[in-house]
């Protein structure tokens, strides 16, 4: 069977013509937080992913033509030093143990790199901001050093997943650049080397936040729902109850611009949240019964001779349970380079059938994701 063409880097049009597929401005980022081999009952946020859909969804992307970048790709694109057209970076927050157990062995037998970024006051402990899965236990020292040879950078996460906003500059210095090399030392190597980028706790920032990140030395960090340059670049979240489809549909542009068509109407958004997001009821003799959920009208999507899962609606970001804006924390406990085509990525999906450009979607600028 054919080997799927590498994702192009510029314009295969002939002159005078316009190519069929249009670059996107940005690559995609991905966000996702836990992985599980069965689906979990006890995480209604929707967090913990099956490592099954992982594969599915990551080998699908590399049978069409998508090309998944390291830290160092992601740059060169921002950098417009190469172009972003499908492109993709996984980013994962937290690091629960499920992430070296499940997921870096799938990531690694495919050749996507990632990024992990973990709260350093937590290393080895639990994550006691998280109500229900309670107490879910985090990487220890030993198991995180052990990722990068894996593909997996460790970025930072603040200290103790507490919100940013509005706290005062001393707490930021300690939640950003003390907590770089606290865990920089946790990994053995310079933090220039080891530790590069940031994700907002909750996606949470504002200005203060920014600034104390970019004085830290870090030169991007991701946010969640909010785009605010290369200090705040937003995700396009992953969770439990996505389909082969609605992962699909959450990687077109026109998913994303609906999203934040919601941003002028907050009211509308949470409900949408609400409803789309709500875990479906389980029965004792028969699969979940489908909730109803709310999504923006897309164009239809071409199908691919790719098995699917049986599908559902497109899901839509986990909702958010944002700590208030007073400054008071939650109660807590206290490089690879880029990525092109490889031999690994050929031989993983080697059997997929030659991808047909008539079912490329073009990746959007930006994204909208949950909890952080």
Same mark, same amino acid.
């Given at each position: 069977?054919?080997? +799927?063409?590498?994702?192009?880097?510029?314009?295969?049009?002939?002159?005078? $013509?316009?190519?069929?597929?249009?670059?996107?401005?940005?690559?995609?980022?991905?966000?996702?937080?836990?992985?599980?081999?069965?689906?979990?009952?006890?995480?209604? #946020?929707?967090?913990?992913?099956?490592?099954?859909?992982?594969?599915?969804?990551?080998?699908?992307?590399?049978?069409?033509?998508?090309?998944?970048?390291?830290?160092?790709?992601?740059?060169?694109?921002?950098?417009?030093?190469?172009?972003?057209?499908?492109?993709?970076?996984?980013?994962?927050?937290?690091?629960?143990?499920?992430?070296?157990?499940?997921?870096?062995?799938?990531?690694?037998?495919?050749?996507?790199? /990632?990024?992990?970024?973990?709260?350093?006051?937590?290393?080895?402990?639990?994550?006691?901001?998280?109500? #229900?899965?309670?107490?879910? !236990?985090?990487?220890?020292?030993?198991?995180?050093?052990?990722?990068?040879?894996?593909?997996?950078?460790?970025?930072?996460?603040?200290?103790?997943?507490?919100?940013?906003?509005?706290?005062?500059?001393?707490?930021?210095?300690?939640?950003?650049?003390?907590?770089?090399?606290?865990?920089?030392?946790?990994?053995?190597?310079?933090? /220039? $080397?080891?530790?590069?980028?940031?994700?907002?706790?909750?996606?949470?920032?504002?200005?203060?936040?920014?600034?104390?990140?970019?004085?830290?030395?870090?030169?991007?960090?991701?946010?969640?729902?909010?785009?605010?340059?290369?200090?705040?670049?937003?995700?396009?979240?992953?969770?439990?109850?996505?389909?082969?489809?609605?992962?699909?549909?959450?990687?077109?542009?026109?998913?994303?611009?609906?999203?934040?068509?919601?941003?002028?109407?907050?009211?509308?958004?949470?409900?949408?949240?609400?409803?789309?997001?709500?875990? +479906?009821?389980?029965?004792?003799?028969?699969?979940?019964?489908?909730?109803?959920?709310?999504?923006?009208?897309?164009? +239809?999507?071409?199908?691919?001779?790719?098995?699917?899962?049986? #599908?559902?609606?497109?899901?839509?970001?986990?909702?958010?349970?944002?700590?208030?804006?007073?400054?008071?924390?939650?109660?807590?406990?206290?490089?690879?380079?880029?990525?092109?085509?490889?031999?690994?990525?050929?031989?993983?999906?080697?059997? /997929?059938?030659?991808?047909?450009?008539?079912?490329?979607?073009?990746?959007?600028?930006?994204?909208?994701? !949950?909890?952080?």
């Amino acid at each position: 069977m054919a080997e +799927p063409r590498p994702a192009t880097t510029g314009s295969t049009a002939a002159p005078g $013509r316009r190519s069929p597929l249009r670059p996107s401005r940005s690559t995609v980022v991905l966000m996702y937080h836990g992985f599980c081999t069965t689906r979990r009952a006890d995480d209604p #946020e929707n967090l913990f992913v099956e490592v099954a859909r992982l594969e599915e969804q990551l080998t699908w992307l590399l049978a069409h033509g998508w090309e998944a970048l390291d830290l160092d790709g992601y740059r060169d694109v921002r950098a417009g030093r190469r172009s972003g057209h499908r492109t993709v970076l996984v980013t994962i927050d937290d690091g629960f143990d499920s992430v070296a157990d499940l997921a870096a062995p799938v990531l690694h037998r495919l050749g996507v790199p /990632a990024v992990l970024f973990v709260p350093s006051g937590l290393v080895g402990a639990t994550a006691t901001w998280l109500p #229900e899965p309670a107490s879910s !236990p985090l990487l220890q020292p030993e198991r995180l050093r052990g990722l990068p040879a894996l593909g997996v950078e460790i970025g930072l996460h603040g200290r103790d997943h507490r919100d940013l906003r509005g706290i005062d500059p001393e707490e930021l210095h300690r939640q950003t650049a003390l907590a770089r090399a606290e865990l920089a030392d946790f990994l053995g190597a310079p933090a /220039a $080397r080891c530790v590069r980028s940031f994700a907002y706790p909750y996606g949470a920032h504002d200005r203060a936040a920014r600034d104390a990140v970019a004085a830290a030395g870090f030169l991007e960090a991701f946010s969640v729902f909010d785009d605010a340059g290369p200090m705040a670049v937003s995700r396009v979240d992953v969770n439990a109850t996505d389909t082969l489809r609605s992962f699909r549909v959450k990687l077109m542009p026109q998913y994303r611009r609906a999203w934040r068509a919601l941003e002028s109407a907050p009211a509308l958004r949470r409900l949408v949240h609400k409803v789309s997001t709500r875990t +479906p009821n389980r029965t004792p003799d028969g699969p979940p019964e489908a909730a109803p959920t709310a999504v923006p009208s897309e164009p +239809p999507v071409a199908e691919a001779p790719v098995a699917e899962a049986p #599908e559902q609606a497109a899901s839509e970001p986990t909702p958010i349970r944002r700590p208030p804006r007073t400054g008071t924390a939650p109660t807590t406990t206290s490089a690879t380079t880029s990525t092109h085509r490889t031999t690994t990525q050929r031989a993983a999906f080697a059997s /997929a059938p030659e991808p047909d450009p008539s079912t490329g979607t073009t990746p959007p600028a930006d994204g909208r994701g !949950p909890r952080g």
